[in-house]
């Protein structure tokens, strides 16, 4: 299974692709994350994605594309992998095309969740209480979706393109959510 998660910030992604991940028995890689974690041990990577992460813009795709292609490389995403983050330009979905294509696989499913964007600003200041998260501001917040609607949100219409998007109401329980998208995933057949 090769999946990706797509929705605007805040559409609840991370949390959907932990069930996603477990229930496919695959790991779930999110760009946000890994950059975060190299945020906090101070490392190159992280000290350049840094800049671009506190002011709500995206890290420039060679850095993200050579960041992904590493991890999917790794042995326990050799049978599959969920994506969360990524791609989020078009010059990432040409890469994370060619590395598919690479290992003779091909894209599975592209989960979208769907959310309104008053109750998005809501969940985020609320995450940024509990999380602490140096992005979660409310100017950032706002850049945040400024960016996803310029930049990624014109992917999902390359990927229906293909037949291959699944869109989800992301309103409600987590648990409803979740039981939305195994409703749409589970009759995709393994690739
Ligand atoms: P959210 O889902 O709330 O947008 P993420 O945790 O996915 O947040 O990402 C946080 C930040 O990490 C982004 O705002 C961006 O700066 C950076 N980032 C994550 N994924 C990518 C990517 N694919 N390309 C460029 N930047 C990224």
């Known amino acids: 299974m090769r999946l990706i998660i797509m929705g605007p910030p805040g559409a609840g992604k991370g949390t959907q692709a932990k069930f996603i991940a477990e229930h496919f028995k695959i790991p779930a890689i999110s760009t946000g994350d890994i950059f975060r974690a190299n945020v906090s041990e101070g490392t190159e ?111 999902i219409s390359v990927y229906q393109e293909r037949g291959i998007v699944h869109e989800i109401d992301g309103l409600g329980e987590v648990a409803e959510v979740t039981a939305r998208i195994f409703e749409a995933l589970d009759i995709i057949p393994e690739s």
Do not use: W
């Open 45 to 155: 990577l992280g000290l350049e994605a840094k800049r671009y992460m506190d002011a709500g813009e995206y890290v420039p795709d060679e850095v993200t594309n050579l960041m992904v292609r590493n991890r999917i490389d790794d042995p326990d995403a050799v049978s599959g992998f969920l994506l969360d983050g990524y791609p989020r330009t078009l010059a990432q979905v040409e890469e994370l095309d060619g590395m598919i294509k690479f290992t003779g696989h091909s894209l599975d499913a592209v989960v979208c969740l769907t959310v309104d964007q008053d109750e998005i600003v809501a969940r985020l200041l609320q995450r940024a209480q509990v999380e602490g998260r140096a992005d979660d501001t409310e100017d950032v917040i706002r850049n945040r979706q400024r960016v996803y609607l310029e930049q990624t949100e014109p992917l």
